[in-house]
């Protein structure tokens, strides 16, 4: 999932926030926030398998005296609390990690090892850095209940279950979320950045992240014995002219200054040198950001198939079949007013050095649904806080190291920072979302 690129001095030095109660009681909070977090990041759970990663978290939550539902949309959470009259705020954290083996070297490193969905063993790794957005969601919560007497409204703080799949959202959606609990006006959620130092925060107004779709298209033709290729209907030949084709999707049908990728990702078929096979598959991902270039992108996709096919001198009933699959990831959009303050309240907070305004990527998040569900009534941001170790980022600035990206085994945020900058940042725009009305300008 997921990659941010920031512009960012060559040499960065971090700004404190503001010494005052909150930060003092974050800094109070962090032993126990990083014992909480190094036990996530050794204890991490497949997408739909988050059974006891929510039993832990919705413990804390019901501690803190929300009103807790869980099993919401598969091991989903749903922690509620009112306080008043005032809007509704959803927090958002997701909980599953990654079937990869962990190469970090930390102390704390997972050796779980889990079946996929697919019937696979693999080790499992929050290589995407989960763990710290829960531990950042329970500082964030816990700092709120403690501040019961500086905010109106309500507080809905959900953790969500399968984003690495892209269903989490859409499943607790499905199960009721704006039906059974307060349904939000403003949505917020974080995610670290593997390509920004730590404490940093990166917001983008607007498309922040793309639609993610997975295509199938099964070549058809017609096998037999690579001596005598006249005698077939070679599904390699024919497939390589739609791979070809498709370039053309993005080089000369969407408009320029519309992003728009289609990757094929694996083209399988064969057995053996001398045997011409009688079918082939193309896996592609897709990927846009608003709903027409997408359209645009799918659609084009089965036209070529099907008209690389018939140049080829095939059957209606041997034309090759595009599947779209069911599950995909729509862009994430961050609603502009909500961005533009957040932007000048985080930068009044923690520096304009610290806070600074990203660019959209083309990878993908489900928390895009939580807006896409009531786009005329919901306000929504996802920001970014940076998470490279400061001296890895300076000696990859030199040239003298690579860093690894999200979803590598070698990923190793400076956690604490993370949490702390997050954890801050979610509830200074809390505060400011859900001030009493006494207090509002």
Request: overall charge negative; hydrophobic content about 40%; proline content about 6%.
């Amino acid at each position: 999932m997921k990659h941010l690129l920031y512009a960012l001095p060559l040499l960065f030095a971090a700004t404190p926030a503001h010494a005052d109660a909150l930060s003092d009681a974050i800094a109070a909070d962090m032993p126990e926030l990083m014992e909480l977090y190094r036990h996530l990041h050794a204890n991490p759970e497949l997408s739909f398998q988050e059974d006891d990663t929510a039993a832990h978290l919705a413990a804390i939550a019901e501690e803190l005296g929300f009103d807790v539902t869980t099993g919401v949309g598969g091991h989903g959470v749903v922690a509620v609390m009112e306080n008043g009259p005032g809007p509704t705020l959803l927090l958002r954290a997701d909980m599953d990690g990654l079937p990869v083996r962990e190469e970090t070297g930390l102390p704390f490193a997972s050796t779980v090892v889990a079946t996929t969905d697919e019937g696979i063993e693999s080790h499992v790794m929050h290589a995407c850095a989960h763990d710290t957005h829960m531990t950042a969601w329970v500082g964030a919560v816990r700092q709120l209940v403690a501040r019961r007497d500086q905010w109106s409204g309500t507080l809905v703080a959900i953790l969500q279950p399968a984003e690495e799949r892209g269903a989490g959202a859409r499943m607790m959606l499905e199960d009721g979320l704006y039906e059974r609990f307060p349904r939000p006006d403003y949505a917020l959620t974080f995610h670290n950045a593997a390509s920004a130092p730590a404490g940093t925060i990166g917001v983008v107004s607007g498309f922040a992240m793309a639609n993610v779709d997975s295509v199938d298209i099964h070549v058809r033709g017609v096998g037999g014995h690579g001596a005598y290729p006249h005698t077939t209907r070679d599904p390699i030949v024919l497939g390589s002219r739609i791979v070809g084709a498709l370039q053309t999707l993005v080089s000369r049908e969407v408009d320029p200054q519309q992003p728009a990728v289609v990757t094929v990702g694996s083209f399988r078929a064969g057995s053996k040198h001398n045997i011409i096979s009688d079918e082939a598959q193309l896996l592609l991902t897709v990927r846009s950001y608003t709903d027409e270039v997408r359209e645009q992108l799918l659609s084009g996709i089965e036209r070529i198939a099907r008209a690389e096919g018939m140049v080829a001198g095939l059957p209606d009933d041997l034309l090759p079949l595009v599947t779209r699959r069911d599950e995909y990831t729509p862009a994430v959009y961050n609603t502009p007013e909500m961005s533009g303050e957040l932007m000048t309240l985080w930068r009044g907070r923690f520096g304009e050095d610290r806070v600074l305004e990203g660019e959209p990527v083309m990878g993908g998040e489900d928390f895009s649904r939580y807006y896409r569900a009531d786009r005329d009534n919901v306000q929504s941001v996802l920001f970014w806080v940076g998470g490279v170790p400061h001296d890895r980022w300076e000696a990859a600035q030199r040239g003298e190291i690579e860093l690894p990206s999200l979803h590598s085994a070698h990923w190793a945020p400076d956690a604490e920072t993370v949490v702390g900058t997050a954890t801050e940042a979610l509830v200074v725009a809390a505060l400011d979302i859900l001030q009493p009305e006494s207090n509002a300008d």
